[in-house]
């Protein structure tokens, strides 16, 4: 499950390591971080730089 490679919302390319990325995501409730990668594998969406600098 976790080995998948995030993807670019907007224009479906696999987010490459390295790569600068927007994230969209709701604030945990709950205090900390210690949850954060399985709370990022459900809430979070990443957009490329590509499409992150033609939307803005
Ligand atoms: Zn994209």
Redesign the pocket.
């Known amino acids: 499950m976790f080995n998948e490679s995030p993807k ?1 919302r ?2 479906g ?1 696999e987010i490459e390591g390295g790569e600068p990325v927007q994230l969209e995501m709701r604030y945990p409730k709950s205090r900390g971080f210690t949850e954060i990668k399985a709370y990022l594998k459900l809430e979070a969406q990443f ?2 730089h ?2 992150a600098k033609s939307k803005t």
């Open positions: 670019c907007v224009c390319k957009t490329c590509e499409c």
